[in-house]
């Protein structure tokens, strides 16, 4: 498919639209790590939340299946008239965020650069834990060594962390055990910096702190991706002035667990709509899967 076969040209009724949400998605309840720092650091914006609850996990799937439901989101969020997106889903900033930004004129920002930006200026052996898509795209690898070509970089694919965050079984001592599996290797390599390559893992913590050595280094992006959005937003012209409106939080699936979820996690109830994305009529054929 050429660049220009699938492009979505309109914007936000102006750019001077201030008052427009900010767009976050995820496949679940990861990007409420993204949220919880975008009302940190910018809270006089507005947000419009979407968790792809109906198809998540996100980190076992194929490029072509990851950018399918990117652009299906990305059309939604377009009609809901959101002025800037931050794809707060590594495994969609990894396989699909160049693609797209090619294809929908609306600022659109992912994890891996400021992520790995941040991790240079930590560490020198760095370790990235990620979905299994996300680290056989070896996209943080790349992002870090293209910064600096001395950092070392080990990647673990993790793909039991999610389901268990998302089925609220983080306490578990069946979930200490797998996190103890997935560090070892990186612990062999006496690495210096961790980075939190899937925005579910900041959940871990408590579990991730009781394996790492104390002067181990903790990255999470969804930090340093809001503070790119707030220098995109004064490039542009975009902060918001006013008072900002409630966020809006919407999922693919049944809303309950994400309620329930979401309701620990943010500190107050959200009201959760269920909608339907938009279904687009083509296959790109271009893209090979990542196992």
Known sequence: MSENQFTISHLPTSRSQ???PIGVFDSGV???????ELYRQLPQESALYFGDTARLPYGTRSQTQILQFVREILTWMVEQNAKMVIMACNTSSALALEAVRSEFNIPILGLILPGARAAVQQGRRIGVIATPATAASNAYRQA????DGGVQVWQVGCPEFVPLIEQNRIHEPYTQ??????????L?????????GCTHYPYLAPV???ILPPQVKLINPAVHVVAAVAQELDLLGLRNLRTPAPTRFCVS??????????????????????IQLPELCYQPATLEAVE
Do not use: C
């Open 144 to 147: 870090i060594q293209e910064i």
């Open 177 to 186: 055990t797998v996190a103890n599996h997935y560090l070892e290797p990186l």
């Open 30 to 36: 990861g990007g409420l790590t993204v949220l919880r």
């Open 208 to 210: 991730l702190q009781r």
């Open 188 to 196: 062999k390599q006496q690495i210096d910096t961790l980075i939190y």
């Open 18 to 20: 201030n008052t427009a």
């Open 253 to 274: 699936g049944a809303p309950d667990n994400f309620t329930d979820l979401a309701s620990q996690w943010l500190g107050f109830t959200p009201v959760v709509e269920q």
